[in-house]
Nanobody, 124 residues
Framework: QGQLAESGGGSVQAGGSLRLSCAAS????MGWFRQAPGKVREGVAA????????HYADSVKGRFTISRDSFENIVYLEMNSLKPEDTAMYYC?????????????????????WGQGTQVTVSS
């Protein structure tokens, strides 16, 4: 484990798509968060290797998809139908915890490791 590294951010027009990547090895649960200027950091999506279940914020359900390539040790966030309100710095986060049931995937306190962030800008 170590520092996470995001990539794939950029500028797109509304309705466009982007795929974020996070190089990650040895983590149990991975999450994507975002933070817009003047706003709190919010959970966008998460998944754990153990059960493979995915979790999404209501604002991105049906548009974003989190996935994990265990062979390449990369976690992706596929973002489609992007909206101007999706504009934010996106962060990859990870922890080593194993949960037996539900867990507060969208709480920043659940994650120990964080990336530096990658900017996503969506213009109207």
């Amino acid at each position: 484990q170590g520092q996470l590294a995001e990539s794939g951010g950029g500028s797109v027009q509304a309705g466009g798509s982007l795929r974020l990547s996070c190089a990650a090895s040895g983590y149990e649960c991975m999450g994507w968060f975002r933070q817009a200027p003047g706003k709190v950091r919010e959970g966008v999506a998460a998944m754990c290797a153990g059960d493979g279940r995915t979790h999404y914020a209501d604002s991105v359900k049906g548009r974003f998809t989190i996935s994990r390539d265990s062979f390449e040790n990369i976690v992706y966030l596929e973002m489609n139908s992007l909206k101007p309100e999706d504009t934010a710095m996106y962060y990859c986060a990870a922890n080593l915890r194993i949960y037996s049931g539900g867990w507060p995937w969208d709480s920043k306190d659940e994650y120990t490791y964080w990336g530096q962030g990658t900017q996503v800008t969506v213009s109207s």
